[in-house]
């Protein structure tokens, strides 16, 4: 019981971030409700005993990337809102239009069959608990998915460099 009781108390700290990322005018304040998105996960990652990925959700997540996040709103200067009319009146249709399209590909994912039979996957419970979650994470990191994960990290630093020229045109 006091499990279930975890679990639905960092699932609602977690949907209440999320919801204040997208619906909060201040970035300040998406970039903290963010932050509370992310400790809401890594409690959901404790609670499925995956206690080493709690702990990088925590660290490089709600730590480092989020003071990254901090710094270029605060060097952006987002203070003034600038709105901007749509230029094309189809596009809030078209965006509406993919919304529901990812959301019929969601749907379709959560009902194709191995989701909701729970269909056993190549590391079941029972052999990540003998081979440990952090021997898993990086045998799947390193050997299945390098090329998206070496991708993601080329990403990121090309993104932390144009956050740097960005803030270095609005000084100059």
Do not use: H
């Not at 998406?30 to 702990?55: H, N, R, T």
């Not at 749907?107 to 909701?116: A, D, Y």
């Not at 269909?119 to 299945?144: C, M, W």
């Not at 630093?157 to 144009?162: E, K, L, P, R, Y």
């Amino acid at each position: 019981m006091p499990g279930l009781f975890l679990f639905y108390l960092t699932a609602a700290v977690t949907i209440a971030g999320a919801l204040g990322v997208v619906s909060l005018p201040n970035p300040l304040y998406c970039v903290l409700s963010l932050i509370a998105a992310f400790l809401g996960l890594a409690g959901l990652y404790l609670s499925l005993s995956a206690e080493f990925v709690a702990i990088v959700q925590v660290v490089i997540y709600a730590g480092a990337i989020m003071v990254l996040f901090l710094f270029v709103v605060m060097l952006l200067d987002l203070r003034r809102e600038e709105w901007i009319p749509l230029r094309l009146p189809v596009q809030k249709f078209t965006g509406a239009l993919i919304g529901v399209g990812l959301f019929a590909v969601i749907l379709k994912v959560i009902f194709s069959g191995s989701v909701l039979t729970g269909a056993k996957g190549k590391f079941p419970a029972e052999r990540v608990s003998e081979i440990g979650n952090t021997q898993v994470l990086g045998k799947i990191l390193l050997t299945d998915y390098l090329l998206p994960f070496q991708a993601m990290g080329v990403l990121l630093f090309v993104g932390i460099i144009g956050a740097v020229v960005l803030a270095r045109r609005r000084a100059d």
